[in-house]
C-alpha cells in the first residue's frame, strides 16, 4: 500500500461496523475518493468531527488494494461556519453535494468541478443567495457538455416564442415543438438563465427572491434529474416569495 496526502470536500459519510465509517471525498487530484475512517465514532477518535459532510479538508491516507483507502491523518481546512448555523444554506449545501457525488467518478481528476464546489461553499457561507444552487446546477451542466440552447428552438430553430424547456431537446423549444414533457418558461426565467450561463453569475447571485428566481430554481434541479437519470432526495425547490 502506498501513502499520499489530498486536499477534499467531504461528501458524505455513512457507518462501517460499530466504530468505522466510509467517507466519501471529491479530492483535487483525484476525483472521488472513498476511504475508511477507523475509530471515528468512538468518543476518544483522533478525527473528530473534522471528517463532516461539507467540511474542506487536507488529509493523508493509505491506498487500499480493493476500492477503500484508509484514512491516517485529517487537517481541516475550511468549515463553512455560516452555512452550517443556516437550516436554509444546510438545505442548499445537501443539494450541492448530492449532486457532485452523483457526477464526480472515483479515480478520475475533474479539478474544474472541485474548484466549483469549493467557490460555491464559500459563496454560501459569505451570503444566502436564491440562485446559488441553481447556478451551480446550470454551470454544471454546461462542464459536463450538456450547455443548453437558450435563444432559439433547440428542434426547429424558430426564433420564437420560446414558451417551454427540455433538457432532452436539447434547451428551449417553441409553440409548435412543445411536447407533454417539456416545462413552461418565463422570458424572465430564461433571461436568468442566460445571465447565469454567459459569464454573469456574479450578478445574477445578487438577484433578491422572486417568482422567477423560484422558476429558475425549479427548472434547474428538473434539468439535472434529467441529466442524472434520478431524482435528487434533497429539496428540490426552496422556500422565498412565489415558490409553491
Known amino acids: 500500500m502506498s501513502l499520499y496526502r489530498?486536499?477534499?470536500?467531504?461528501?458524505?459519510?455513512?457507518?462501517?461496523?460499530?466504530?468505522?465509517?466510509?467517507?466519501?471525498?471529491?479530492?483535487?487530484g483525484r476525483g472521488k475518493v472513498r476511504a475508511v475512517a477507523k475509530g471515528i465514532r468512538k468518543t476518544k477518535s483522533k478525527f473528530g468531527a473534522r471528517l463532516e459532510p461539507m467540511t474542506h479538508v487536507a488529509l493523508q491516507l493509505y491506498e487500499g488494494r480493493?476500492?477503500?483507502?484508509?484514512?491516517?491523518?485529517?487537517?481541516?481546512?475550511e468549515i463553512f461556519r455560516p452555512a452550517r448555523e443556516d437550516l436554509d444554506r444546510v438545505r442548499k449545501v445537501g443539494a450541492l453535494l448530492e449532486v457532485v457525488d452523483q457526477v464526480a467518478q472515483e479515480g478520475e481528476p475533474n479539478v474544474a468541478l472541485y474548484r466549483m464546489l469549493l467557490g460555491a461553499l464559500r459563496s454560501l457561507a459569505s451570503a444566502d443567495s436564491p440562485l446559488l444552487v441553481a447556478g451551480f446546477y446550470w454551470k454544471l451542466l454546461s462542464q459536463e457538455g450538456f450547455h443548453p440552447v437558450l435563444d432559439a428552438c433547440a428542434s426547429c430553430g424558430s426564433e420564437g416564442p420560446l414558451v417551454a424547456f427540455e433538457l432532452g431537446e436539447g434547451g428551449t423549444l417553441c409553440i409548435a415543438c412543445r411536447r407533454g414533457t417539456a416545462v413552461g418558461v418565463s422570458e424572465e426565467a430564461l433571461g436568468l438563465v442566460r445571465e447565469v450561463l454567459g459569464g454573469g453569475l456574479a450578478k445574477a447571485l445578487q438577484e433578491p427572491p422572486?417568482?422567477?428566481?423560484?422558476?429558475?430554481?425549479?427548472?434547474?434541479?428538473?434539468?439535472?434529474?434529467?441529466h442524472l437519470e434520478r431524482r435528487l432526495r434533497s429539496v428540490r425547490v426552496w422556500s422565498g416569495p412565489g415558490s409553491q
Do not use: M
Open 210 to 226: 422572486s417568482q422567477v428566481t423560484a422558476e429558475v430554481e425549479d427548472l434547474a434541479v428538473r434539468a439535472i434529474e434529467a
Open 66 to 77: 480493493g476500492d477503500l483507502d484508509t484514512i491516517t491523518q485529517v487537517e481541516t481546512v
Open 6 to 28: 489530498e486536499q477534499g470536500v467531504v461528501l458524505r459519510t455513512h457507518r462501517l461496523g460499530e466504530a468505522d465509517r466510509i467517507v466519501s471525498l471529491l479530492t483535487e
